[in-house]
């Protein structure tokens, strides 16, 4: 017969046994992701060259034009809405301007994702910040976190103001925030075609001031950029470590 | 414990009250009827026909963590290669004929139509895919 003490303790180890074993057991749903960190360098001479010859600040720039199209951002003459907002920076106050593209910065240590009451900002294993707009309740707590002013909110219903309709990006509703995700839609979808993955921005700028690739990998040419040039980070103070880069 | 026939009678009654979606319409609205009356699709499903049509939500909520917490954009089931995207529907079916009149008789309304886009809304698109 076994005895009390005896069963007691095979009970609990078993029971240990089976919660380690559960707790070890994990899908490796993101490993396919975890091969890539996607980044951006921005050339800074170029952009200005581009927003000059459009007529200096306030300019709707090719990229600012497609962005919207493709990820479903309505027009609005009351609420800055598109994804990239263009600053002007001067040395001094007389100084010629340089224009600076800033979009979502897609930091290493986001404040926006820390912030998120709901999880609905997260940081994916590629090093890209999304907002699941199923569980975005918007409370716009990461807006405020957000360092660069990246994040919008949607006021309107899009549906009422929006003419042309991306399919495979989401048309969103009033009331959730809305930022650049690099194109989400786009570049998952073109590496799993095994084609090179661009997002719109990159694809429309007609000066090639922007280029988009992958920082773990050597050899893209992202990687060679920041080997050969001098690149700055914006705010670089704060440690957010963005991965969106400028070179001037 | 007082009035014990009372309460338990009260516990009955507010289960059965709770269960009632379950006992009112189960089992009498069927999606076979409307079956033949749906427009064709053009090619194979993700599944089998008889299992899409019962679990075709499950398969999209599956898609949805998949598409957007996972990044994976690729489903290979033995019926093909699929693109993980509402609009990977609309190249074999059509929604007013197909989705539409099935949900309408079925009496479901899909919240999906809040956010994301179908072919039966006023709109021109633009397509990335190339």
């Known amino acids: 017969m076994i005895s009390r003490r005896r069963f007691l303790l095979l009970t609990m180890a078993g029971a240990t046994a089976i919660a380690t074993g ?21 050339d800074v001479d170029k952009c200005t060259e581009c927003v000059k010859s459009r ?17 479903n951002v309505p027009p609005d003459d009351k609420y800055y809405y598109d994804l990239i907002r263009i600053y002007e920076v001067r040395e001094r106050e007389d100084a010629e301007p340089l224009y600076f593209p800033v979009m ?48 919008r909110f949607l006021f ?40 090179e993955p661009k997002p719109v921005c990159v694809e ?3 000066y090639n001031a922007l280029t988009f690739g992958n920082l773990k990998d050597p050899n893209s040419e992202v990687s060679k950029i920041l080997r050969t040039s001098k690149v700055i980070t914006l705010r670089a103070n704060l440690g957010t470590n963005p991965k969106v880069k400028y070179k001037l | 414990m007082y009035h014990k026939g009372y309460v338990a009678l009260g516990i009955v009654l507010f289960l059965a009250l709770l269960a009632m979606p379950y006992w009112v319409t189960a089992g009498k609205i069927k999606y076979e009827e409307i079956e033949k009356e749906l427009a064709p699709a ?31 954009r690729h ?56």
Not at chain 2, 52 to 62: Q, S
């Open chain 1, 204 to 206: 429309a700028c007609p």
């Open chain 1, 22 to 42: 559960k707790a070890f057991e994990f899908k490796d749903e993101d490993g396919e992701l975890s091969k890539y960190e996607w980044g951006m360098v921005i």
């Open chain 1, 55 to 71: 007529g200096g600040f306030g300019a709707r720039p090719p990229c600012i034009e497609e962005c919207s199209k493709a990820n």
């Open chain 1, 104 to 151: 979502c910065q897609e930091c290493e240590h986001p404040g926006c994702v820390q912030v998120c009451l709901t999880k609905a900002s997260y940081k994916r294993k590629d090093g890209i910040v999304v907002v699941d707009l199923h569980r975005c309740i918007g409370c716009r707590y990461c807006m405020i976190a957000c360092p660069y002013n990246a994040r």
């Open chain 2, 75 to 130: 489903y290979h089931t033995e019926n093909g290669d699929f693109n993980v995207s509402l609009t990977e529907c609309w190249k074999c079916h059509d929604y007013n004929n197909f989705c539409a009149k099935c949900h309408n008789f079925m009496d479901v309304e899909p919240v999906c139509w809040e956010c994301h886009y179908n072919p039966s809304m006023n709109y021109s698109t633009v397509n990335y895919i190339k």
């Open chain 2, 42 to 72: 053009k090619g194979k499903c993700v599944y089998d026909e008889e299992w899409m049509a019962k679990y075709h939500m499950e398969l999209l909520k599956d898609w949805r963590e998949l598409a957007v917490r996972h990044g994976v």
């Open chain 1, 156 to 195: 309107e219903d899009p549906k009422e103001k929006l003419k042309v309709v991306n399919p495979e990006a989401p048309v969103r509703k009033h009331g959730v925030v809305m930022k650049c995700e690099f194109c989400v839609w786009k570049i998952d979808r073109e590496r799993e075609e095994g084609k």
